[in-house]
């Protein structure tokens, strides 16, 4: 169990979850103390408000959170995990005004989340008591896949290039008895990835393919791909330093994908998994890839480049192309592929893209279900024509500057034929400012949401 989560015990101190609707009945409730107490302080149910009350001796009594009244658009199942950052060591049990348990104890989970490999932090000491009606092994093992994806997208470049992804997913496979194997550097050229190759030669650390399988061949085939750019200069279309400074983060699809796939082998679900991750570095060197050059792709495509730093579709490409060669039943894949995502939606709300219909509809009601939203995109079949080239098959950028996201999900639309279903998420896997259950930094973006639809679509048991 996760180490935030505490037993039942009498002993646990009560969290009052309360609106401004419910905080008059709940004042008059308290004991004349904490109800002095309270007044004292002006606590009056203000969203995001809390307050801890004190007994006689000074010690923690209760505690009380103010959220958004029942009636409000949106009331954020996370907003009981602020508190994991904010209460003094304790056990605590919530109660009030909670519309599901089991969210509210992901959030506090997710905001006890801490990144110390390199500044080492006191250990987070407030524990929740699992709620009733919450399964407790199923919390721990989503919240600890994305403490992994977080861990992975904070790691600064210099500990987390293309052979450490691998190695991460190996130490998972390990974990979840899967296998992996990898292919590195030149081999990548003998067994047609040239794409892949070609963003990540320029770097002295090798381009790879990983590839991990997991499950009873025979049943249902489900891929995700993961774009694993571990850092991105933006290649010889080099980027001004300021868009530099977060470009760790370029390998968040990847894990992302890590994430999801983590969660479904925990659960046992009934899926014959596959994990691809194309991992490189888009480095600046004498064999960059140049604006112009024209590669071939495993599709047999030929792609004209329009500009070095729209590495990421190429690498997802040919490994799409091959994860389609398998014909799965379901096939998605993650990138934190492009800015026009963030300019239309922000950095909360990714955009995906599938021509599947019902497939659309269940990944936007999970997204909200599971408070892990996303927003649908259109694949606009005329803009197919802004990626056509004079020179070869296609470009791999539009000819305008307009719907970034819609032709960079177009592009990777044309490397996909065999699949059931297809769906692509545009990513940020950042959090700008902290939020309940969101701590500033790496996130894991539409992992939880696809953890929930595979339990949807092939339960276990």
Same mark, same amino acid.
């Given at each position: 169990m /996760? ?7 009498t #002993?646990?101190?009560?969290? /009052? ?8 009945? @709940? ?14 302080? =002006? ?6 408000? /809390?307050?801890?009350?004190?007994? %006689?001796?000074? *010690? ?7 959220? $958004? ?11 009981? %995990?602020?508190?994991?950052?904010l ?17 509210a104890?992901l ?7 801490r ?5 080492? /932090?006191s ?15 199923e919390?721990?093992?989503i #919240? ?10 904070n790691?600064p ?5 293309? *052979?450490?992804?691998?190695?991460a &997913?190996?130490e ?12 590195? %550097? ?11 190759h ?12 990983i ?5 009873d061949? =025979? ?24 868009? &530099?400074? !977060?470009?760790?983060?370029? &390998?968040?699809? *990847? ?10 082998m ?5 899926v014959?998994?596959?994990? @691809?991750?194309?991992?490189v ?13 024209v590669?071939?792709?495993r599709?047999?495509?030929?792609? $004209? ?6 590495? +990421? ?12 060669e ?17 300019? *239309? @939606? ?11 219909? +019902?497939?659309?509809a ?11 939203p996303?927003?649908r995109?259109?694949?606009?079949p005329a ?16 000819? =305008?500057?307009?719907? %970034? ?8 639309n ?5 699949? +059931? ?15 309940? =259950?969101?701590p500033?930094?790496?996130?894991c973006?539409?992992a939880r949401?696809?953890?929930? !639809?595979a339990?949807?679509?092939y339960?276990?048991?």
């Amino acid at each position: 169990m /996760h180490s935030l989560l505490a037993a039942p015990s009498t #002993a646990a101190i009560p969290v /009052h979850i309360v609106s401004k609707t419910s905080w008059p009945t @709940l004042l008059e409730a308290l004991a004349p103390p904490g109800r002095s107490f309270a007044q004292a302080q =002006g606590f009056s149910a203000r969203p995001g408000q /809390h307050l801890v009350l004190p007994d %006689g001796s000074g *010690a923690v009594a209760a505690v009380l959170l103010g959220v $958004e009244t029942s009636d409000a658009r949106r009331r954020d199942p996370f907003a009981p %995990g602020r508190l994991a950052a904010l209460l003094p060591a304790g056990d605590y049990a919530l109660s009030g005004e909670i519309d599901d348990v089991g969210l509210a104890a992901l959030g506090w989970l997710l905001q006890g989340y801490r990144f110390d490999r390199y500044r080492k /932090h006191s250990p987070a000491t407030a524990r929740l008591v699992l709620p009733e009606g919450a399964d407790g092994e199923e919390l721990s093992a989503i #919240a600890g896949s994305v403490a992994m994806a977080r861990d992975l997208v904070n790691t600064p470049a210099n500990d987390m290039g293309p *052979a450490e992804i691998e190695a991460a &997913m190996r130490e998972l496979a390990v974990e979840c008895n899967a296998t992996v194997t990898s292919i590195v %550097g030149e081999d990548l050229l003998s067994q047609n990835f040239p794409m892949i190759h070609a963003v990540g030669r320029a770097s002295p650390r090798a381009p790879r393919l990983i590839d991990l399988v997991w499950g009873d061949p =025979g049943h249902p085939r489900v891929t995700l791909v993961g774009k694993g750019v571990a850092f991105d200069t933006g290649g010889l279309d080099l980027k001004p330093s300021a868009s &530099m400074l !977060l470009m760790k983060k370029d &390998m968040g699809g *990847a894990a992302a994908a890590i994430a999801a796939a983590r969660m479904i082998m925990l659960a046992k679900l009934p899926v014959r998994l596959r994990l @691809l991750v194309p991992a490189v570095e888009n480095a600046v060197s004498g064999s960059a890839f140049r604006p112009g050059d024209v590669l071939a792709s495993r599709k047999g495509f030929s792609v $004209e480049i329009g500009n070095t730093d729209a590495e +990421g579709r190429l690498i997802l490409a040919d490994a799409l192309a091959l994860a389609d060669e398998d014909t799965p039943e379901l096939l998605i894949d993650y990138a934190t592929l492009t800015g026009a995502a963030r300019v *239309a @939606l922000g950095p909360e709300l990714p955009p995906f893209y599938s021509h599947d219909e +019902g497939l659309a509809a269940e990944i936007a009601r999970l997204g909200m279900a599971v408070n892990d939203p996303v927003w649908r995109m259109p694949l606009w079949p005329a803009y197919d024509a802004l990626l056509d080239s004079k020179i070869a098959d296609l470009n791999h950028v539009s000819s =305008g500057g307009m719907a %970034g996201s819609v032709t960079a999900a177009l592009f990777l639309n044309r490397f996909v034929e065999k699949a +059931g279903s297809y769906a692509h998420f545009d990513i940020y896997g950042w959090n700008p400012s902290a939020k309940p =259950g969101r701590p500033e930094g790496g996130e894991c973006q539409a992992a939880r949401l696809t953890y929930a !639809l595979a339990r949807q679509l092939y339960p276990a048991g």
